[in-house]
């Protein structure tokens, strides 16, 4: 089993910037790609942005050029840094974590764009 466990989420104003934290424990060992995905109300959860252990990474079009995707293999903990937010990122976002062709999830965090 893999825990993920996300930090960092808030409030911030259009154009503000915040920073995700994902900290992987439990059998981290051979833990691929980990990533990104948001869901806002409504809506269907989306990928953001995803980053493979040898740092491939892969963005949607959405975010391209204001979030860049982060990952410290030493302390297991993916990070995503987000700029020039906008309402329209308004969403929980989600960690996510893939070993050995399983998939897991972390809980959650808010993340709110408003004025």
């Known amino acids: 089993q893999v825990q993920l466990v996300e930090s960092g989420g808030g409030l911030v104003q259009p154009g503000g910037s915040l920073r995700l934290s994902c900290a992987a424990s439990g059998r981290v060992f051979s833990i691929n790609a980990m990533g990104w995905y948001r869901q806002a109300p409504g809506k269907q959860r989306e990928l953001v942005a995803a980053i493979t252990r040898d740092g491939t990474t892969n963005y949607a079009d959405s975010v391209k050029g204001r979030f860049t995707v982060s990952r410290d293999n030493a302390v297991n903990t993916v990070y995503l840094q987000m700029n020039g937010l906008k309402p329209e990122d308004t969403a929980v976002y989600y960690c996510?974590?893939?070993?050995?062709?399983?998939?897991?999830w972390g809980k959650g965090t808010l993340v709110t764009v408003s004025s």
């Open positions: 996510n974590a893939l070993r050995s062709g399983r998939s897991y």
